[in-house]
């Protein structure tokens, strides 16, 4: 009689082996197409539910900047005879004995100005001073950084020592003085004063991202691509700009993140003390307060209506807050350390 062999899988003594749990996950993330950095930071900071709602709050405000015209209810100049210290809408008796209206949703200031208006055309002032400023101050500090990181020796040392003489300062100090001394010349009155806050603002603002920088070039030029561009005979010009500088990106997105809310708390601070934006009597100006100059007005009307200093606080509070949260999620975003 003849018998047929049979497999040991048929009869069941050799069982056959499934791949276990960890080695199917590893042949997947092979099998995925590579990403770059930058999409792989894309996708880690979209889940950060913090970082993105700081965005969207962010954009809500650059957004309010741009149409308070066709946003405020009111020209922020108008005077309303006879509706000085109304306080908001909700509210149905204040201390003055007057009441809310829906015409003036957060009330009105001494002068009978709507005060939602004046909030809105504030956030222009804040928008501009955290952008424009941040990115001066980003050109200047990763010049320097980058040629003191890159060239050493002579130049480094006089670079980071003019550096130094600049941190030493104090920066409020600097800003007091600056906006003091110029503030009635043709520099200080152009712009209603905002130019000269640009000024006073990169002039010391620099040091921070210039070390930064500096530091980051000294730890990548001994790096494996840098030397081999040097010995194919790459320019010194193109090392630094396509090959450093696009690798230290990350941390200056970063540290962008963070300089433009200190940008907006030095100009609300500038604001409360009476030396930031020159206050506006002309309707057609793109610039007309600020909202350090709102927290100035609404100091000295706290008691009668606490809206003129409450609304530019929380403004000014929920954009710092959102700024710290994006940065802090691009800082996640952009550690290849970081790995989730």
């Known amino acids: 009689m003849t018998t047929t062999a049979q497999s040991p899988s048929t009869t069941g003594r050799f069982p056959e082996k499934k791949p276990s749990a960890a080695f199917s996950d590893l042949t997947q993330a092979l099998q995925r197409p590579p990403r770059s950095l930058w999409r792989d930071a894309w996708s880690r900071l979209i889940r950060n539910r913090a970082a993105v709602a700081g965005a969207m709050v962010i954009l809500f405000f650059v957004f309010v900047a741009i149409f308070a015209p066709t946003l405020a209810p009111h020209n922020p100049l108008q005077i309303h005879s006879g509706q000085g210290f109304l306080p908001p809408m909700w509210v149905k008796q204040s201390a003055t004995g007057k009441a809310g209206v829906p015409e003036f949703p957060l009330g009105t200031d001494n002068l009978g100005r709507d005060v939602l208006s004046r909030v809105i055309y504030g956030a222009r002032v804040s928008m501009v001073v955290g952008f424009i400023p941040t990115t001066i ?15 050493g020796g002579f130049v480094d040392n006089v670079l980071m020592r003019i550096t130094d003489i600049v941190y030493a300062f104090p920066d409020l100090l600097f800003f007091i003085i600056i906006m003091t001394a110029l503030r009635n010349t043709s520099l200080g009155q ?55 500088l696009p690798n230290s990106l990350g941390v200056i997105i970063v540290s962008m993140a963070f300089l433009i809310p200190g940008a907006i708390i030095t100009e609300a601070v500038l604001g409360y003390l009476g030396l930031g934006l020159r206050p506006s009597t002309n309707p057609n100006d793109i610039f007309i307060t600020s909202w350090g100059a709102l927290l100035l007005e609404g100091q000295t009307a706290i008691n009668n209506q606490p809206w003129i200093l409450l609304a530019p606080a929380i403004c000014v509070a929920l954009v710092v807050l959102s700024f710290n949260f994006l940065g802090d999620g691009l800082r996640d975003a952009l550690d290849p350390r970081i790995r989730e």
């Open 137 to 151: 101050i980003v050109l200047m500090g990763v010049t320097i950084g980058l040629i003191a990181g890159y060239r």
């Open 190 to 244: 152009f712009l209603n004063g905002l130019f000269l806050l640009f000024v006073a603002l990169a002039l010391v603002n620099w040091v921070g991202m210039a070390r930064l920088v500096r530091g980051q070039v000294l730890a990548l030029k001994e790096r494996d691509f840098v030397l081999a561009s040097r010995a194919v005979g790459a320019e010194h010009s193109r090392i630094m700009l396509r090959h450093i």
